[in-house]
């Protein structure tokens, strides 16, 4: 689904605009060819599926009128899974971001063009990362950060893998859990605007 330079750059600009006017922060993305992973934290959950629902319209629009074919472009509905900030917000976006790395497509993370992972090790802002607020805890200045979270890019851990992999259960603390309830086929917070807010969003 995405072929050139020029679909994964509409995409981006696709979640660029979607993420302000829905005034949401994406600390972590990938756009892979035939999928893409977002990590977001959205102030009004009541309008993931909104959200989600007009990237996908949109990037379909495009591609129709780009290759000049019909019918259906996306497999299923997007996955949303919640992600509990403080204990695994980076794990979740080292997950996204070894994505190529997984796929055999680059040796590095930072080396894949279309991902946050440039944002972070190479300190060029994409117009669409916005720092996780976690980042921090890698070092005192910039530029020890970069480099020890190009370090912690490099290592593969199997088990934070199995959290988000295929999966769209909490991940967190039993606590964080019960601040959660199941509805219409997605895990929402108990009360509009309050609790968890962040998660990771699949095609």
Request: with cysteine; hydrophobic share 30%.
């Given at each position: 689904?995405?072929?050139?330079?020029?679909?994964y750059?509409?995409f981006?600009?696709?979640?660029?605009?979607?993420?302000?006017?829905?005034?949401?922060?994406?600390?972590?993305?990938?756009?892979?060819?035939?999928?893409?992973?977002?990590?977001?934290?959205?102030?009004?959950?009541?309008?993931?599926?909104k959200?989600?629902?007009?990237?996908?319209?949109?990037?379909v629009?495009?591609?129709?009128?780009?290759?000049?074919?019909?019918?259906?472009?996306?497999?299923?509905?997007?996955?949303?899974?919640?992600?509990?900030?403080e204990?695994?917000?980076?794990?979740?976006?080292?997950?996204?971001?070894?994505?190529?790395?997984?796929?055999?497509?680059?040796?590095?993370?930072?080396?894949?063009?279309?991902?946050?992972?440039?944002?972070?090790?190479?300190?060029?802002?994409?117009?669409?990362?916005?720092?996780?607020?976690?980042?921090?805890?890698?070092?005192k200045?910039?530029?020890?950060?970069?480099?020890?979270?190009?370090?912690?890019?490099?290592?593969?851990?199997?088990?934070?893998?199995?959290?988000?992999?295929?999966?769209?259960?909490?991940?967190?603390?039993?606590?964080?859990?019960?601040?959660?309830?199941?509805?219409?086929?997605?895990?929402?917070?108990?009360?509009?605007?309050?609790?968890p807010?962040?998660?990771?969003?699949?095609?």
């Amino acid at each position: 689904m995405f072929h050139y330079s020029e679909d994964y750059e509409y995409f981006i600009k696709l979640l660029s605009d979607y993420s302000v006017r829905f005034d949401t922060l994406i600390y972590h993305w990938v756009i892979m060819p035939n999928h893409y992973h977002i990590l977001i934290e959205i102030k009004a959950p009541e309008n993931l599926s909104k959200i989600m629902a007009g990237i996908a319209r949109s990037y379909v629009h495009y591609y129709q009128r780009n290759y000049k074919l019909g019918g259906h472009i996306w497999q299923g509905r997007f996955k949303s899974q919640p992600i509990e900030k403080e204990s695994y917000l980076l794990a979740c976006g080292r997950y996204i971001e070894r994505n190529p790395v997984k796929a055999k497509m680059v040796n590095k993370a930072e080396e894949y063009k279309y991902s946050s992972a440039k944002c972070y090790i190479y300190g060029t802002p994409d117009g669409l990362t916005k720092e996780d607020p976690c980042f921090n805890s890698f070092g005192k200045d910039a530029a020890d950060r970069r480099k020890r979270y190009s370090e912690y890019l490099a290592i593969s851990n199997e088990h934070e893998e199995s959290l988000f992999k295929d999966s769209e259960s909490p991940v967190g603390s039993a606590q964080f859990k019960a601040k959660l309830i199941y509805k219409d086929g997605r895990h929402i917070p108990r009360r509009k605007g309050r609790g968890p807010k962040v998660p990771i969003l699949n095609t």
